[in-house]
């Protein structure tokens, strides 16, 4: 894994701060319809994720032999009430998980960067798949963060013009 990959997951964190910048805790938990996800939703689904790739990383570092786990996302994200938290929050763990993470990957051999597991699916993943699906992962979620303000826009509008 290169270096310019590993600042790119570790950028990840900036893009979110940004692409949050002005946004009011209103627009933070807006909802197109209640089975969709707000902002905060979409950051806690990104805490939870990076919860899971952590120990992922460190499931393979250990040798351990079983498939890594997956998880039920929409049940996460509903099970922890995670639109009754605090953007802030959300944000400031996964900045910690990415930093402790980094420090983890840091160390680590050519050779332990290629070592695999078995994901969800069945299939072999490397470490280094698995931080590079990561920040993909991140990158697809904040085009959906950017539709979600736009919806938020465009419905506050629609909830002024109505009165």
Do not use: C
Request: aromatic share 6%.
């Amino acid at each position: 894994m290169s270096s310019v990959e590993l600042t790119e997951y570790l950028n990840t964190h900036g893009q979110l701060v940004q692409a949050l910048e002005g946004l009011s805790d209103e627009q933070l938990k807006w909802k197109a319809e209640p089975s969709s996800w707000s902002v905060t939703e979409v950051l806690a689904h990104l805490a939870d994720h990076s919860i899971v790739v952590s120990f992922r990383i460190r499931d393979i570092l250990a040798d351990t032999k079983v498939q890594l786990p997956a998880f039920q996302q929409d049940a996460w994200v509903s099970g922890q009430h995670s639109n009754q938290g605090k953007a802030a929050d959300i944000l400031e763990l996964f900045r910690s998980l990415l930093h402790y993470n980094s420090l983890v990957l840091g160390r680590l051999s050519d050779a332990e960067w290629e070592k695999s597991g078995i994901n969800p699916k069945g299939e072999s993943v490397r470490i280094a798949d698995i931080v590079r699906g990561f920040t993909a992962h991140v990158q697809n979620h904040l085009a959906q963060i950017e539709r979600i303000k736009r919806g938020a826009e465009a419905g506050v509008t629609t909830q002024q013009a109505a009165l």
